[in-house]
């Protein structure tokens, strides 16, 4: 079901969904669509057995809950210490996803059974004013505007490292042997950098948060008219997961939409 609010003198509108797909046993990934906190969030959990679908979840609670202790505080940045060049919404966001690493590391070095277990995270903190995106691993954020669409991410992967390093030609990254390796999530090591992405809205505009599970199995020019095609964001949330799936599913698939509207 969608959920909506208003955003300086516009409305934006949220809907998600998350699968299984067709070849895991189990749902690794975590999706929340706001409730209390202006905050979209898809995780996708690494390690299997290693329970990466606890720190999934223990991230996105971790940034809701920390959001929400905070959201009338005006230094809110502990316990870490403040980036005085960062706002304080900023400051809230990358504070949070720091918690959440922090909590996954401990988490998963306090347990045997959950040793290694970590995930990636996008996030958006809807501000009056500015959409603040968090971002860590390779799960994704994409903007479609004016009928384009643009990747505001970028992977934290192996393969993305090796292409910045050295020209590939399309056939070398699709026969890539380590696409799925990971160089930066939560979980990994006792402290992460986040990246901070800032964002002006425009009445139109679709955002799209999605786990590697979507756009693994789907180009950037498959996704794009599927975010416009239906009017109803569940039922477009919907289309999405069936094309990744129909496409083979051979990852957990979760996406999130935001779209902004006239109130």
């Known amino acids: ?157 192996l393969l993305n490292d090796y292409i910045r390093m050295k020209r590939i030609t399309q056939d070398e990254v699709d026969d890539f042997p380590h696409k799925n390796v990971i160089v930066r999530a939560l979980g990994m090591k006792e402290s992460v950098t986040v990246d901070i992405l800032q964002e002006a809205p425009v009445v139109g505009d679709i955002y799209l948060l999605c786990s590697d599970g979507l756009c693994d199995m789907l180009t950037d020019d498959e996704i794009l008219p599927l975010t416009q095609g239906e009017d109803d964001l569940d039922r477009c949330c919907e289309v999405l997961v069936q094309a990744a799936n129909d496409a083979g599913g051979v990852d957990n698939i979760t996406v999130a939409l935001a779209r902004i509207e006239t109130l």
């Open 1 to 157: 079901m969608s959920t909506s609010f208003p955003l300086e003198g516009m409305r934006v509108r949220f809907a998600g969904e998350t699968d299984t797909g067709k070849k895991r046993s189990h749902n690794e990934d975590t999706l929340y669509i706001p409730e209390s906190e202006r905050v979209v969030i898809v995780a996708d959990g690494m390690g299997g057995h290693a329970a990466g679908d606890i720190a999934s979840q223990l991230a996105v609670q971790t940034v809701v809950d920390y959001l929400t202790t905070t959201a009338e505080e005006k230094e809110v940045t502990w316990p870490f210490m403040a980036d005085r060049e960062n706002r304080r919404h900023e400051n809230r966001l990358v504070t949070a996803v720091k918690m959440a690493n922090l909590n996954i590391f401990e988490t998963s070095q306090r347990e045997n059974k959950k040793g290694g277990m970590g995930t990636t995270l996008v996030a958006g903190l809807f501000c009056d004013e500015e959409i603040l995106w968090a971002h860590v691993g390779d799960s994704r954020i994409y903007r479609v505007r004016d009928g384009q669409m643009s990747q505001l991410t970028e992977d934290h992967s």
